[in-house]
């Protein structure tokens, strides 16, 4: 079938560069753009890397409108077997020695401390699931104050009710609070971005000066 308005991607969106080398391609049953095209029994897939910058990336990518759709109803996926609070509550008490958002919020303490005295105690989250980084990082680095962007509205309703945080309920773009942040946090997130060169760009401009 066809599929919708996924668009091909002809041009690195890193670099600019139109040489890029097939790594691999194939079919497969995603259930997650399955979201999408409920009918369609397989995907294609055409991974490339860039010949110039080295970005590896999949030609076949949403459009805006089957990104919404697919963030949207995510959670029938995500949490086929345990509520949003559920998940909130096994991540957020995996022992410290075993927490890899422990490990995050210790490197992120010392980046801090490396860098000295910053501008300010604001923290933007984009992308922050269920609020379970924001969390952690708060008990390591309780003299900040969170916000958070998430795009499926179950997981951007637990973080705000759970850590009475205030929380921009969809996709990310830069002025959503009408502050500048003195750290900009991007877990397991850029990867999600169809521009991530642009988007970087957007983030930049939430950063405060001598912001990390």
Not at 103 to 128: E, V, W, Y
Not at 132 to 144: G, N, Q, S
Not at 161 to 182: E, H, M, S, W
Request: aromatic share 12%; charged share 25%.
């Amino acid at each position: 079938g066809k599929l919708g308005n996924m668009v091909t991607v002809e041009k690195c969106k890193v670099c600019g560069c139109g040489e890029s080398k097939t790594l691999f391609t194939g079919v497969q049953k995603d259930p997650y753009y399955q979201i999408v095209y409920p009918k369609l029994e397989t995907i294609p897939m055409n991974w490339v890397a860039c010949q110039k910058c080295g970005l590896t990336y999949r030609k076949e990518q949403l459009d805006d409108k089957e990104n919404k759709l697919l963030y949207e109803n995510y959670r029938k996926i995500m949490l086929k077997k345990e509520s949003a609070e559920a998940y909130f509550n096994r991540i957020t008490t995996i022992p410290d020695d075993k927490s890899e958002n422990y490990s995050r919020a210790l490197f992120l303490k010392s980046m801090i401390d490396k860098l000295g005295p910053l501008p300010g105690n604001a923290h933007l989250d984009i992308g922050t699931g269920a609020g379970v980084f924001i969390h952690t990082f708060l008990r390591v680095c309780p003299e900040f104050k969170s916000y958070a962007v998430e795009a499926t509205p179950v997981f951007a309703e637990t973080c705000e009710r759970l850590l009475k945080i205030k929380v921009f309920k969809g996709f990310y773009r830069c002025n959503l609070f009408d502050t500048k942040f003195t750290i900009i946090s991007l877990l397991q997130v850029l990867e999600h971005f169809n521009d991530p060169k642009e988007s970087l760009f957007h983030v930049s401009k939430d950063l405060d000066s001598g912001g990390l």
